[in-house]
């Protein structure tokens, strides 16, 4: 197995993650595969602004182009980068232009599943 495929692995395993505890609160959810479209996952859940996520395993990999590409999405939902540091979850939001919001929030509680020890 190459050094790309396990990037990729990684990749796909936290996206699942990020996914899995999505649905588990409640929200419908699409996944972009191959990283295609300007979010990895989208979702969705009635009464509520959809939210757009791109997510990364490391706070340093998100591009400029990255952000713009999602920044795209922010017209229709909520716009988030999210991502891991160590083996806690992250998301900033992305706003109008690519603009990556200060404020940093750790998802410990927000994706907090009874059972789910990943």
Not at 19 to 33: D, H, L, P
Not at 56 to 69: A, Q, S, V
Not at 88 to 96: D, F, Q, S
């Amino acid at each position: 197995m190459g050094k790309g495929t396990n990037f990729y692995a990684r990749g796909y395993n936290f996206e699942r993650l990020v996914w899995k505890r999505m649905v588990a609160i409640g929200y419908f959810g699409i996944r972009s595969g191959g990283s295609r479209g300007p979010a990895d996952l989208v979702f969705f859940k009635e009464g509520e602004t959809p939210i757009f996520a791109q997510c990364k395993t490391g706070p340093e990999l998100i591009t400029p182009d990255e952000r713009m590409k999602l920044a795209t999405c922010s017209p229709y939902g909520q716009c988030f980068f999210v991502y891991k540091k160590g083996r806690a979850v992250y998301c900033r939001e992305v706003g109008p232009g690519g603009l990556l919001h200060d404020d940093e929030h750790e998802l410990k509680d927000w994706f907090a599943v009874p059972g789910d020890e990943e």
